[in-house]
T-cell receptor
Framework: GAVVSQHPSRVICKSGTSVKIECRSLDFQATTMFWYRQFPKQSLMLMAT?????????EQGVEKDKFLINHASLTLSTLTVTSAHPEDSSFYICSARRVVNQPQHFGDGTRLSIL | GESVGLHLPTLSVQEGDNSIINCAYSNSASDYFIWYKQESGKGPQFIIDIRSNMDKRQGQRVTVLLNKTVKHLSLQIAATQPGDSAVYFC?????????????FGKGTHLIIQP
């Protein structure tokens, strides 16, 4: 089955730090990956669509300079939370899919806690 | 549509009974629907999907029903087991659309009572 790996699983750091999260598709090539954010007891909210070799597409209200996305290869997308503040604390989850019209498969998320 | 909620609805079911989880979607243009299961501290796990040209699809112990007239989706889980306890989300999108990230529903917390 499709496997998506996300790293790290948990990050605790000081305010002002930049944090990089990696998302890898382990057994398939993913032209498109997606980044979501989930606050406690809430649903997942799409932040951005990451396309291999091109700029990410951000959802309304998501600051592209705050959440930098790089999709350098067909198996790796990274999300960098720049100058993180306590309000950025959340559960960040990536997903990937093989082709259009196929289900997205999710990583196990990164719990980000900014002190 | 947006899916932001302050708390999750809870459904409590006896082990061995069947459960039905409901979801209303808002975008009449959506034509692809997926049910995900999310356990605590983990990412969503794919359960079953259905396209708008169907109104029912069955998997192992699960059935998804789609009613496009009232924009309603349901997930039926037969003979529930303790491992079915989780939060269940429906998700929708427009296949082939330019922006095809998923829109998630609010989620339902399924609790299986022993």
């Amino acid at each position: 089955g499709a496997v998506v790996s996300q790293h790290p699983s948990r990050v605790i750091c000081k305010s002002g730090t930049s944090v990089k999260i990696e998302c890898r598709s382990l057994d398939f090539q993913a032209t498109t990956m997606f980044w979501y954010r989930q606050f406690p007891k809430q649903s997942l909210m799409l932040m951005a669509t990451s396309n291999e070799g091109s700029k990410a597409t951000y959802e309304q209200g998501v600051e592209k300079d705050k959440f930098l996305i790089n999709h350098a290869s067909l198996t790796l997308s990274t999300l960098t939370v720049t100058s993180a503040h306590p309000e950025d604390s959340s559960f960040y989850i990536c997903s990937a899919r093989r082709v259009v019209n196929q289900p997205q498969h999710f990583g196990d998320g990164t719990r980000l806690s900014i002190l | 549509g947006e899916s932001v909620g302050l708390h999750l609805p809870t459904l409590s079911v006896q082990e061995g009974d069947n459960s039905i989880i409901n979801c209303a979607y808002s975008n009449s243009a959506s034509d692809y629907f997926i049910w995900y299961k999310q356990e605590s501290g983990k990412g969503p796990q794919f359960i079953i999907d259905i396209r708008s040209n169907m109104d029912k699809r069955q998997g192992q112990r699960v059935t998804v029903l789609l009613n496009k007239t009232v924009k309603h989706l349901s997930l039926q889980i037969a003979a529930t087991q303790p491992g079915d306890s989780a939060v269940y989300f429906c998700a929708e999108n427009i296949s082939g659309g330019g922006a095809d990230g998923l829109t998630f529903g609010k989620g339902t917390h399924l609790i299986i009572q022993p």
